[in-house]
């Protein structure tokens, strides 16, 4: 499914500059497998090394771009990294920040339970 260009400014402003800063656009297709934008999710801290994160957290799965197959040799096959906006701003294990969203891979997110309405 194609996500609609936002009709948000801001949003498209912010998806506009990680396109100059990729140099490239962002891929407006989702994966019909991937976490829906909206969702709920927890960024967590990964078992093995002290990061990526300095702590967990609650963010929400964004549409600023679709979610994208990590290239890199150390991620997991299948692997896609999501946009994700993060509730309150947060710092990453190196103590750069705050950061108010990053692109996070899948590994790293725990999808929270959509409340009943």
Known sequence: ????????PAKT????????VLGRPLD??????????GSRVTVIRDPAWDGPW???FLGTVDDTGAPESVDNPRAQAGELSYWVVF??????SGG??????????????????????
Request: net charge negative.
């Open 54 to 56: 300095q702590v967990e």
């Open 96 to 117: 750069s920040g705050p950061y108010r969203g990053a692109q996070i891979w899948d590994r790293y997110l725990r999808p929270e339970p959509t409340p009943p309405a």
């Open 87 to 92: 509730d309150e701003p947060q710092y990453d």
């Open 1 to 8: 499914m194609a996500i609609d260009p936002s009709s948000d």
């Open 28 to 37: 407006r297709a989702w994966p019909a497998a991937a976490l829906a934008p």
């Open 13 to 20: 402003r912010d998806r506009e500059a990680v396109e100059h």
